[in-house]
C-alpha cells in the first residue's frame, strides 16, 4: 500500500518547532499566573495582577540587556501568534488591540527587574492594564493600557535580544475580567417596582397633608381670641395712681 503524504496541519507544530531550535529558542515550562496574595483589585474590569517570573529566566544564557516582554493576546488568537515581533511596530500596538490586531507587547524589563531569589515578604506582582495616560498615544505603541473588554485573554513572556526570540514561557490560563453587573430590565420588574413606588409615594402624600393640615389648625387656635378681640398680643401698660394718704402729721419733717 502507499502511504499518504503528511497532512499540512500536522506539519505545523513540528515546522514551528524545528524554527525555533534554529534560532536557539528556550522553551520554558513556566505559565504566568494571577497572583495569589489576597489584595483588592486582583481582577477588575479592566486590570489583573500577575506574578512576576522571578527565577524563570537563566541569567546563564539570558543577557542582562535581552528584553524580557509581556504578550496580551486574545485568548483564542494566542495558538497563531508567532514570535517574529517587533516591539513599536504598528501591527504590534496596544492601541490596534484588539481590533487591527489579536495581540501587543508590553511591560518591557530585563532579567535584574526579576531577581532571584525573591525574599518570601516581597509582593512581586505586575498590573496588566494599569496606565491610562498612554491608552490613546500611538506614539506608546507598548502603552501598558487598560483591556478593552472582559476577554477572557493570554499572556506570556517573551524574551528578545533585538528582534530575536531567545527564550519564552508557557502561554497562561484564560483570564477573564470582571463585568458590571446591569439591573433588570424585564418589563415585570420594572412593573412591579413602579407600583410599589407609586403607593410608597401616595401615602407619604397623604402623611404630608395630613400634617400641614394640623399645623395650619394649630396655628389659627392659638391666634383667635374666643371674646372677640384681635389675635394680635399686645402688652398691657399699667397705671399707677398717686394717693395721699391722710396721716395726722405728728412729725414736722413729714410736711415736707
Not at 4 to 17: G, I
Not at 63 to 81: G, H, N, Q, R, Y
Not at 222 to 242: H, L, N, W
Amino acid at each position: 500500500t502507499r502511504r499518504s503524504a503528511p497532512r499540512p496541519c500536522t506539519m505545523l507544530p513540528l515546522l514551528l518547532l524545528l524554527l525555533a531550535a534554529a534560532h536557539g529558542l528556550q522553551e520554558l515550562s513556566y505559565e504566568p499566573t494571577l497572583t495569589e496574595h489576597k489584595m483588592s483589585g486582583r481582577i477588575t474590569a479592566s486590570t489583573f495582577v500577575l506574578e512576576q517570573p522571578r527565577c524563570v529566566f537563566n541569567n546563564t544564557t539570558i543577557e542582562t540587556t535581552t528584553s524580557i516582554w509581556l504578550v496580551v493576546a486574545e485568548a483564542a488568537a494566542s495558538v497563531s501568534f508567532t514570535n517574529s515581533v517587533q516591539p513599536g511596530l504598528p501591527q504590534w500596538a496596544f492601541q490596534n488591540f484588539p481590533t487591527n490586531t489579536s495581540a501587543y507587547l508590553t511591560l518591557n524589563a530585563t532579567i535584574l527587574n526579576y531577581p532571584c531569589p525573591k525574599n518570601t515578604p516581597d509582593i512581586t506582582v505586575l498590573r496588566v492594564g494599569s496606565e491610562t495616560s498612554c491608552a490613546k498615544n500611538t506614539a506608546v505603541p507598548t502603552c501598558n493600557g487598560p483591556l478593552p473588554g472582559p476577554g477572557p485573554y493570554k499572556v506570556k513572556f517573551l524574551a528578545l535580544n533585538g528582534t530575536e526570540p531567545v527564550a519564552e514561557t508557557q502561554w497562561s490560563k484564560p483570564i477573564t475580567l470582571r463585568t458590571a453587573q446591569q439591573p433588570p430590565s424585564s418589563p415585570g420588574a420594572g412593573g412591579k417596582r413602579s407600583a410599589e413606588m407609586i403607593a410608597i409615594t401616595s401615602i407619604l402624600s397623604i402623611l404630608l397633608a395630613v400634617l400641614l393640615a394640623g399645623l395650619v389648625a394649630t396655628l389659627a387656635f392659638s391666634g383667635s381670641d374666643p371674646c372677640g378681640r384681635g389675635g394680635i398680643f399686645k402688652p398691657e401698660v399699667a397705671s399707677v395712681r398717686r394717693y395721699n394718704t391722710h396721716h395726722v402729721y405728728d412729725q414736722p419733717a413729714a410736711r415736707l
